[in-house]
């Protein structure tokens, strides 16, 4: 359940110490609209009530010690005219892109958070959930980093090509992004939003070598997190990584939290990350989670927990979205060995 101490334990971890009580996360936001059962995802992407209604509910059920305010990859696209798609219990996906063109970006306005598309009613879901919660969750917004956030608005093909045929055009989408994303953040945080969830899965080790990762991802993603900090926000980077040369590149943006996909082998991201960056992850969500018993569940929750807690520096995760299909028995199962092996002697 939430506690008072839940971010005094994660500053604890970002800097590297032992928290007092390990902080469990899930990336549970579809399971939990599925588990809840009174509105479609749909409807509740569209509606900050909806959205902070199943929040609390699911917070209070299964015990999470955060409040993960992703919802969707589309709030920060669609006021720029990038097409989006989703229905019933299907989370919205981008599509139809824009031209990647020198036109296209000079055209390009940076929208109003508060006021521009559904990006108001998250900042309101933020705010009635902290009205609830207060500090007795950590409360996560989101957004896209710069490099994701081209390949969201010109297409991921597209975005590629760029970097080969017009380097410069990129590097000037990816700045405005950071200006973009910057006011976005700025927004969630006076909302009040503790962290922010920068998801930059368009730069993981399967899309770019970590040559070009660190020339064509890497330096607008640090200008962000540079941002991000002016406004007193926890950054939380997820690229779904799994590689330790990437994760150590990641751990140079200055981020305060790597989250680890679920294919890493946490034992040889624990050694090599423990003196440099906070990590948390990465119990996987369909393996494990999804297809698993609850003893399956329960075994791994406690080996990852034995593994990373003991050092520091860790925060317990799943290592990707946690489906809708994820059964409860195993949700309640995850939670609980957690907690059980962290509190264990």
Not at 43 to 63: L, N, Y
Not at 245 to 254: K, R, S, V, W
Request: charge should be negative.
């Amino acid at each position: 359940m939430p506690y008072d101490g839940v971010l005094d334990d994660v500053r604890r971890a970002i800097a590297l110490e032992k928290p007092e009580r390990l902080p469990v996360f899930a990336c549970s936001e579809e399971f939990d609209v599925a588990w809840y059962g009174k509105y479609t995802y749909e409807e509740v992407c569209q509606d900050g009530r909806k959205m902070a209604e199943v929040w609390i509910a699911s917070i209070e059920e299964f015990g999470y010690d955060w409040a993960w305010l992703q919802v969707d990859d589309c709030f920060e696209f669609e006021p720029l005219g990038v097409g989006t798609k989703g229905e019933g219990n299907i989370l919205r996906a981008t599509k139809s892109y824009l031209p990647a063109t020198e036109e296209t970006l000079d055209n390009l306005r940076i929208p109003d958070p508060h006021r521009d598309g559904r990006m108001p009613e998250k900042l309101k879901a933020i705010r009635l959930i902290k009205e609830h919660f207060g500090d007795s969750v950590l409360i996560e917004g989101s957004c896209a980093g710069p490099y994701s956030s081209v390949g969201l608005l010109f297409g991921l093909d597209n975005t590629m090509v760029l970097a080969a045929t017009e380097p410069e055009l990129l590097q000037r989408a990816c700045d405005f992004f950071v200006d973009l994303q910057s006011r976005y953040i700025q927004a969630q945080v006076e909302a009040g939003a503790h962290a922010i969830w920068v998801g930059d899965c368009n730069a993981f080790s399967g899309m770019l070598s970590l040559k070009q990762y660190r020339e064509f991802a890497f330096p607008s993603c640090k200008n962000l997190v540079e941002q991000a900090h002016q406004f007193g926000a926890i950054v939380h980077l997820h690229n779904s990584e799994i590689l330790v040369p990437y994760l150590l590149a990641e751990a140079e943006l200055g981020v305060d939290i790597v989250n680890c996909g679920p294919a890493a082998d946490m034992e040889v991201v624990a050694t090599a990350l423990r003196d440099r960056v906070c990590f948390s992850g990465n119990l996987d969500p369909i393996e494990t989670l999804m297809r698993g018993t609850a003893a399956d569940v329960a075994r791994e929750a406690k080996r990852l927990v034995k593994l990373c807690y003991p050092g520091g520096g860790y925060l317990f995760n799943t290592g990707e979205m946690n489906p809708r299909d994820v059964p409860t028995e195993n949700m309640r199962a995850m939670v609980e060995a957690a907690r059980r092996a962290s509190a264990a002697p």
